[in-house]
């Protein structure tokens, strides 16, 4: 195999690999699937692998193949990138888009301000914001969809990697009027007897809080499961229950119809950072987004994101 043409093989086994078929790697490639067959049958001949295990039109990659993929994915990006990347280093590149993935809590709270500062500094990058769940997101990181995702971790796959930069604390919320409001300093036993609004028990948080009642050996009732930051705060202030929340989603707002008491005590802060592929190559304009995230990473809990002038979450 002439070297020259390793580029365009690697493409077509990654294209395949990421697809699991050559027909819809041929079609992505604007290839027949002959042409794309022998790039990767050249491929394997180069490198005395063999890459796909076949079993009719379903392909797998074999242990080779993946390492293949994690090795040669990254590079490719960064060969695609580089047109850009030079106009970064030697000249002036303010066009184009980044691809964000993210979920509810963190484009209704923590990226509005980013937003309004990267569009301010880079008028002419675009921004295509996706709203995904979890599993989705990390689906699109994995296929190269987005650029990367903001969001919170805590169990972080081996081909993710996440970059936490904010910090914000566990609060309890409860309604004026509710018995808990009167208390300025609230123990687990307080909360015990009350009944609790949770996410859904798959969600992290239900999963995190049941962990820890029960490490204190407390009971605790379950009013009712809703999803959504936003829905659960509805609901208690309607004095259906009380609740333990991450203090992104508190507003000087929800302070007026709501009682608020740091929980730090009892349940860790959260963190909320930069979700990408291992290995991947970030497009200038994407990097740009990080660098301006980055630049928060002075603060502590409760990470000022905000302008300076502006009044932060508790």
């Known amino acids: 195999m002439y070297k020259g043409n390793l580029p365009k093989h690697l493409r077509a086994f990654i294209q395949t690999a990421q697809t699991g078929s050559v027909s819809a790697a041929a079609r992505a490639l604007y290839l027949s699937q002959p042409s794309v067959s022998q790039q990767i049958r050249a491929l394997e001949e180069a490198l005395d692998q063999t890459l796909f295990e076949r079993n009719g039109p379903q392909l797998r990659l074999t242990p080779a193949g993946q390492a293949l993929l994690e090795l040669g994915q990254p590079l490719l990006?960064?060969?695609?990138?580089?047109?850009?990347?030079?106009?970064?280093?030697?000249?002036?590149?303010e066009t184009g888009s980044v691809r964000i993935a993210a979920g509810e809590s963190t484009i209704m709270h923590l990226l509005p301000p980013l937003l309004t500062r990267f569009r301010r500094l880079h008028p002419g990058i675009g921004t295509d914001l996706q709203h995904v769940s979890g599993t989705e997101g990390l689906n699109r990181i994995r296929q190269s969809e987005v650029d990367f995702a903001v969001g919170s971790m805590v169990d972080v796959p081996p081909d993710i990697d996440y970059r936490p930069i904010y910090h914000f604390k566990p609060v309890l919320i409860a309604a004026p009027d509710h018995p808990l409001a009167r208390r300025q300093s609230i123990a687990l036993s307080d909360i015990s007897p009350h009944g609790l609004i949770l996410p859904p028990r798959r969600r992290t948080t239900y999963q995190l809080i049941d962990l820890v009642?029960?490490?204190?050996?407390?009971?605790?009732?379950?009013?009712?499961?809703?999803?959504?930051?936003?829905?659960?705060?509805?609901?208690?202030?309607?004095?259906?229950?009380?609740?333990?929340?991450?203090?992104?989603?508190?507003?000087?707002?929800?302070?007026?119809?709501?009682?608020?008491?740091?929980?730090?005590?009892?349940?860790?802060?959260?963190?909320?950072?930069?979700?990408?592929?291992?290995?991947?190559?970030?497009?200038?304009?994407?990097?740009?987004?990080?660098?301006?995230?980055?630049?928060?990473?002075?603060?502590?809990?409760?990470?000022?994101?905000?302008?300076?002038?502006?009044?932060?979450?508790?």
């Open 77 to 93: 990006e960064q060969l695609d990138a580089l047109p850009d990347e030079f106009s970064r280093l030697y000249g002036s590149l």
């Open 213 to 314: 009642f029960q490490r204190h050996n407390l009971p605790y009732r379950v009013n009712l499961e809703i999803g959504g930051w936003e829905v659960i705060k509805r609901y208690v202030s309607l004095g259906m229950g009380v609740s333990i929340v991450t203090s992104i989603c508190i507003t000087d707002a929800d302070r007026e119809r709501l009682i608020v008491r740091d929980m730090s005590t009892f349940f860790p802060a959260r963190s909320y950072g930069v979700v990408m592929r291992k290995g991947a190559y970030l497009s200038p304009q994407a990097q740009r987004f990080v660098d301006l995230m980055n630049r928060d990473l002075f603060g502590g809990i409760d990470t000022p994101i905000h302008e300076p002038s502006a009044t932060l979450p508790a």
